[in-house]
Every structure is written in structure tokens, then in C-alpha cells.
């Protein structure tokens, strides 16, 4: 249900960014034309605009725990100010209103994919979890009472239970219950990294290559029950 969402609100909000592009390039180089594409384009404008907030709405009601932060609110202020400035710029044929709404149109989807008002991903990432979390846990590779699996569960518990629950098994956006994972070691690393759908891909900026594998062993023994080759 909430992947469906995903997938027609960035259907939807694609197209709404084009009608606008196609729309602004219009008034800056063939304002003659303007008044025919909008017309022609009306009907699917009011589709693609309702559809657009609808899926806003459902995906936000759904998963408001990971899925709204301030971040959230600035892309929704920064579309409902868009919008007036877009109606009444292409009306009045006024460059500068059209501009700014596009303008503001593109940094609220910036915002919307780093879930960051500076568009910093890393912002997101750091506000996931607790950050005790990480707190009193041998991160040090080469040190000899160091164990991956407490090192994976500080980490999972900083990164990953805001959708997965300490036990794998919340589900919020779409998430799979991690318990009945059939990916092997290497498979839930690539996927940890590339992230799929409302998962995140959590890169080398993210998570060092230790890190994830401290994350797999503990996901190993704790969701699946196998030991790690120490
Ligand atoms: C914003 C929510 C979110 C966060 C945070 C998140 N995940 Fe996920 N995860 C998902 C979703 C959604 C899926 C299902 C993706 C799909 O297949 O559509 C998923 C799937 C997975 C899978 C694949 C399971 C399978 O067998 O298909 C693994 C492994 C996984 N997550 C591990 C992690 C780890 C480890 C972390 C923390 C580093 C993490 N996830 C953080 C949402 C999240």
C-alpha cells in the first residue's frame, strides 16, 4: 500500500514538475502559446495536482513517525506558496512569479528527497535514532574484546528501528520483516547500501564498510538466528 503511494506520488509530482517547466519555458520564450498548452493541459494539471496531494496526504498519515520531521513542513509550505505564485504569475504572464514558483517547486522536492531543509541527506540519517545508541559500544575493529554484533545492534538501533522495530518486524513504509529476510550476507549488504523504494540507501558517507558489517552480523544472529564467523 504505502510503496504504491510512493510510486504514484513521484509519478504524479514528475509530471506536475514538467507542466510547470514546459509551462515556464513558454512564458519566457512563446507567451503566445502559453494560453493553449495551459488549456489543453487543464483537465490533467487538476488530475495530476489532486493526485499529487492525496498521495502526499496518505503516505504522510501512514508513517507520520519517519516520514514528517520539520523537513516536512518546509516542503509543505514551500509547495502552498507555490502554488499561488504559479496561479497568478502564468495569468498575469509575470516572469518573476512564474520563476520563483518553479524556483520553489524544486526545492521543496531537493527537500523532499534529503528529508533535510538544507538538503543535506546526512541531516536525515542523524535524526533517525537515539543517538545513546552509539554510546558505550567498541566500534574498534581491531581492538580484541571487539564483538560485531553489539557494534551492529547500537548501530541498528540508531539507523534502522524507526522502520524496522527492535524486533525486524514493524513495517512502517513498506518495510520488510526482517526475521523472514532470504537475502544472504552479501545481498543485505548491497541492499543496506542501495537502500529500495522508502529504504534509504545507506552509502559509504553513511555507514563505513565495517559498520555494515557489524550490522549484518547482528542481523544475522538476532533476526535470523545463524552465528557469525568470528
Ligand atoms: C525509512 C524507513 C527505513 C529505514 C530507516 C530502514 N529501512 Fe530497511 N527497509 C525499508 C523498506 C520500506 C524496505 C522494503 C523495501 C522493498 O523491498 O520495497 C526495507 C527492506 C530492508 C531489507 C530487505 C529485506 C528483504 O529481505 O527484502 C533489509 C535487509 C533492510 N531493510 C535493512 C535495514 C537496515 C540494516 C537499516 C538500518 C541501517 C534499515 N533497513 C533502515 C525501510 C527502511
Known sequence: MYTGLLHTH???????????????ILLFAKPTLLESFSRKTRILEIIVSTLFLLTGIGMALQTPSVNVGIWFWVKLIAVFASIPLAVIGFRKANKGMALLSLLLIVYAWGVSETRSPRMKKLDYFGSLGPAEALVDVNTERASEQYDPVPHGKALYTFYCVACHGSDGALGVAGAKNLAHSTLD??????????GKNAMPGFGSDVLTEDELDALVAYLKVKMTGQQHPH
Not at 513521484?10 to 515556464?24: D, N
Request: proline share 0%; no cysteine.
Open 10 to 24: 513521484t509519478l504524479v509530482v514528475s509530471l506536475f514538475l514538467m507542466i510547470y517547466l514546459v509551462k515556464t
Open 185 to 194: 550476507r552479501d545481498a543485505t549488504k548491497s541492499f543496506i547500501r542501495k
